[in-house]
């Protein structure tokens, strides 16, 4: 009797299974939905975990391929005994996304997120809130309007450029130790940040005060509204202020960088004081030598095409013939009011005398009529430059919190700049090669599901690579970066390709063998415990 072979990749999938098991996410859903287990080959929080395989595998495949995903996975190994690839059919996933949806996909993602945490011993004090959108194939309910419960998938301000599509929006809160979303939320397409950030912590903030401890909510300037700062008494925050209040224009423009502290080499800063809507707040006025880098580098360009323009302009003025000086006066008086970049350094009218016949008039005739035209020469504006470059190489973060001693200068502004682990998790989601880039399923509700097990997936891979870097300091151990140096703070992207090439060898009346495993892969497998060893072995 011949000996039959199998091959199968797994590549990093142990990896996503172990810490989807660690972190307790499909026990928290069996636990939380009821299923009728007699009915079921897949649990429903296997089923999760079958599309956060998926999901990590870096495929792109819609939901119906998930099958063929697996055709050349170790199913078993991965997910559970007696899982084969044909009971992971389009059938079962949207029936689970059914099933999520119906019990809600926000509170059941703060039940897997406050057990996510306390696996993972966070204690975050901040919590960064956005938004990020997500264009879809069809028209849904675009037209009709959604029915009651569901999110209106429709146009709106569109972040991934395709405004000519219908979308929905995501919105999270995520934490600032590890960058694990601690809330979701699906919006509709049309959604507004500054109405949906403060219908967020109203709704949740107290929510998130007793499962986390959380302390401070941190945003971008959408939550920086009169309604929104009126509304949250009782409520700390951490928000820039948008440029566009007088108010911090007047802070930025009579705030020269001379009388700046320095945070370190890249940034100095100011604290003032505001009452914004009424609210007493600490204002901290940032100068930034990046933006002030990335700010002369658009600006030298924008002010060249303008400056170009205007002496354009300028030269057309000076080809009109005006009939007395006056008018010649108002014109030039007219152009100067409007100009942005450059200003008129020296001019006169000339006057020019014109007459009738053709030919060179004789000594003594006098000029049938005299014309006035405008001659001058222009200057860049060295002033306005510098005014528009020192507004955009500041900004203001504003906070409810006038105690320096909770929250020091500092504090306040590393807090502010910790809001790219939310950018972070956004840009890891709608990466082309996370899952799908546009959305394709029957509805609205499978959408707001998936939206969740796409978070879910965030959740899995930021807590990867928190949990990597801490025991890798904690042991004083080292693994290797993209350039063959020694690291311990890898990112859980390069931790994936590093694994990419393991199989699964399956002989017929043998132990199954994993193959292509080096001591670099057993450094990481061991890490947390050695947990994760038991899908490599």
């Known amino acids: ?54 999901g990590l595998g870096f495929v792109g495949h819609q939901l119906y391929l998930v099958p063929l995903f697996y055709e050349s996975k170790p199913t078993e190994r991965l997910i559970g005994e007696g899982i084969k690839a044909e009971h992971l059919n389009d059938d079962v996933l949207g029936r689970a996304l059914d099933d999520l ?187 930034s030598e990046h933006a002030a880098k990335r700010a002369t580098h658009t600006l030298n360009g924008a002010l060249s095409k303008k400056s170009e323009h205007e002496l354009k302009e300028f030269e057309k003025l000076c080809r009109i013939e005006f009939a007395c000086e006056p008018d010649a006066i108002k014109a030039l008086e007219k152009f100067m009011k409007n100009l942005k970049c450059t200003l008129i350094s020296s001019h006169h009218i000339e006057q020019i005398a014109r007459y009738t016949n053709a030919g060179r008039p004789k000594k003594d005739n ?8 405008i001659k001058g020469a222009m200057a860049s504006c060295l002033d306005n430059r510098e005014a528009q470059l020192h507004k955009k190489s500041c900004f203001i973060v504003a906070t409810n919190e006038l105690d320096t001693e909770k929250l020091p200068s500092l504090e306040l502004f590393k807090g502010y700049k910790d809001q790219s682990l939310v950018e972070k998790g956004f840009r890891f989601i709608k990466d082309p090669k996370f899952l799908v880039s546009t959305l394709y399923l029957k509805s609205p509700k499978r959408i707001e599901a998936l939206l969740m097990v796409m978070t879910i997936c965030l959740m899995v891979y930021a807590a990867l690579e928190y949990r990597i870097r801490k025991e890798l300091k904690g042991k004083n151990q080292f693994c290797t970066d993209q350039v063959g140096k020694p690291t311990q703070t890898p990112t859980t992207r390069w ?39 038991a899908f490599y072995s």
């Open 366 to 373: 006098l000029p049938d009529k005299y014309i006035y035209r």
């Open 101 to 287: 949806y119906e019990f809600g996909v926000t509170p059941l993602y703060s039940l897997i997120a406050t057990r996510a945490c306390k696996e993972l011993n966070l204690n975050p004090n901040k919590g960064h809130l956005d938004t990020t959108s997500f264009h879809v194939d069809g028209t849904y309910n675009s037209k009709d309007g959604p029915r009651e419960g569901e999110i209106h998938i429709t146009r709106g301000y569109s972040r991934d450029h395709r405004p000519d599509l219908n979308q929905v929006i995501l919105e999270l809160i995520v934490e600032n130790q590890a960058g694990i979303p601690m809330l979701m939320k699906p919006l509709s397409g049309n959604s507004n940040d500054k109405t949906a950030f403060g219908e967020i912590i109203k709704e949740h903030v107290e929510q998130l005060r007793q499962g986390y401890g959380l302390e401070y909510i941190v945003s971008d300037s959408a939550l920086y509204t009169e309604q929104n700062l009126r509304e949250m008494s009782g409520i700390k925050w951490i928000s820039r202020v948008p440029e566009t209040i007088k108010e911090a224009k007047e802070a930025i423009e009579d705030t020269g960088i001379d009388t700046m502290e320095p945070i370190n080499k890249h940034y100095r800063y100011k604290i003032l004081s505001s009452d914004y809507a009424g609210v007493p707040q600490r204002w901290m006025l940032i100068y």
């Open 495 to 533: 931790i994936f390709q590093c694994f990419a090439g393991i199989h699964l060898l399956s002989v017929a009346g043998i132990k199954d063998i994993v193959l292509n495993l080096k001591e670099d892969h057993w450094l990481i497998l061991n890490l947390p415990g050695g947990r994760y060893g």
């Open 1 to 54: 009797m011949s000996e039959q072979y199998e091959s199968k990749i797994l590549d990093h999938l142990g990896l996503v299974a172990g810490m989807y098991d660690e972190l307790g996410i499909g026990k928290v859903i069996d636990q939380a939905i009821e299923q009728d287990e007699e009915k079921r080959i897949v649990s429903l929080g296997q089923v999760v975990k079958a599309m956060v395989l998926n």
